[in-house]
């Protein structure tokens, strides 16, 4: 079953593009492209995608790297692999975690890029999930296939033995010229909290500072840290921003770093009243979209965001929210309603375009307009 599954995920990668594991392109012209994962049995069973965009070729353009959700009942499935798409949405193949045994208990993957060793070229990162004993591997992008760098562990034993699981993220935030890697965290199976911990490393993965949600409510009921990095605010560096989970109420907090120390900057608002109060999970992607030089926020939902995610303008204008979007399919947007976001730059010789990037949490179960 496993080399029947890994076969239909590579042939498949290349063809038409499925309905389920389904992700939406909007550009800045509000057209929309939708595309799906290319494993049909993966789709069938989760359809769950997490998007993460860098420049992984040196070709001054953003690749895709798609990564996939756990599934119950299926040890093969989603076994470790993630997708990686061209520019241009065309597959460039899969990668895989080197680590049976997570692979076949939970196997899901928590994507990022950054230039983490200064080679202008970023790396891929990939988060393990629960059961992943706090792990995060490191692969470069070599002829055509993703190879293995090195491991990186988060440095709070108790955390990893509970076999928590990690959101990386990567960003310059000191003025170097590597990018540093962040590290959110999540509840485990057993209970464990993460108490609102985030870890900073650099891009040798040597241990910089934790940071700590300045939120002692909210890290004694959920705890969980879901990092972005972005250009905000003109000081030369990337400030770190968290998206929180379940009963944050829509709020984000923004941070700084310096000489060793992690500041609270100020909170970014965002969400209905209506979700807020329901849910209030929030997910983050920062990027340019126009062409100013400083990043904007695009901001997602979980279950019962409807679909709809806020982009909100850089620090200097206050992240006032300039423009929101919604998945196009309504069934799934009453049914479940969550996105991941990503922003993708492309860089060519004509007009800057931005695609943003948005997943369906899950198709599963969702008829299809």
């Known amino acids: 079953m496993a080399a029947t599954s890994e076969q239909t995920a590579l042939s498949a990668a290349d063809s038409v593009f499925t309905d389920q594991g389904a992700i939406a392109i909007f550009d800045d012209a509000d057209n929309t492209l939708r595309l799906s994962v290319g494993w049909d049995e993966y789709n069938a069973l989760n359809g769950e995608v997490r998007i993460a965009t860098g420049d992984i070729d040196g070709d001054g353009k953003e690749e895709i790297i798609i990564g996939l959700g756990p599934v119950e009942g299926n040890s093969a499935i989603p076994g470790g692999k993630f997708q990686i798409l061209d520019d241009d949405f065309t597959s460039l193949g899969w990668g895989q975690i080197n680590w049976p045994e997570y692979n076949a208990l939970n196997g899901e993957t928590w994507p990022a890029c950054g230039d983490i060793d200064g080679d202008g070229i970023d790396e891929i990162l990939i988060g393990l999930g629960v059961g992943g004993n706090g792990r995060v591997e490191v692969f470069k992008f070599k002829n055509e296939r993703a190879v293995h760098q090195q491991w990186i562990k988060v ?61 002692p409510e909210y890290n004694s009921l959920n705890g969980e840290t879901r990092p972005a990095c972005g250009n905000i605010d003109r000081t030369g560096r990337d400030e770190i ?63 019962g965001g409807q679909g709809i995610m806020e982009l909100h303008d850089d620090a200097l204008h206050g992240f006032s929210p300039l423009s929101s979007m919604q998945m196009p399919d309504e069934n799934y947007n009453r049914a479940n309603g969550a996105t991941y976001p990503a922003i993708q730059g492309i860089k060519n010789k004509f007009p800057r375009i931005t695609n943003f990037l948005l997943q369906l949490l899950s198709d599963k179960g969702i008829e299809q307009p």
């Not at 010229?177 to 891009?203: S, T």
């Not at 984000?252 to 100020?266: A, D, H, M, N």
Request: with cysteine; net charge negative.
């Open 155 to 215: 440095g709070w034993e108790e955390y990893c033995k509970a076999g928590g699981g990690v959101r990386p993220a990567c960003g310059n935030i000191d003025f170097d010229r590597k990018d540093e890697i962040i590290l959110g965290l999540y509840p485990a199976n057993n209970g464990f909290m993460p108490e609102g911990k985030f870890e900073v490393l650099d891009g040798s993965a040597k241990h910089l500072a934790w940071g700590v949600v300045d939120w």
């Open 241 to 303: 921003l968290l998206g929180l989970g379940a009963g944050s109420g829509g709020r984000i907090p923004v941070y700084s770093y310096s000489l060793g120390k992690v500041t609270l900057k100020r909170w970014i608002e965002a969400g209905t009243p209506d979700y807020n109060a329901m849910n209030g999970e929030t997910w983050l992607s920062c990027g340019d979209t126009d062409g100013d030089g400083l990043d904007e926020t695009l901001i997602g939902f979980g279950q």
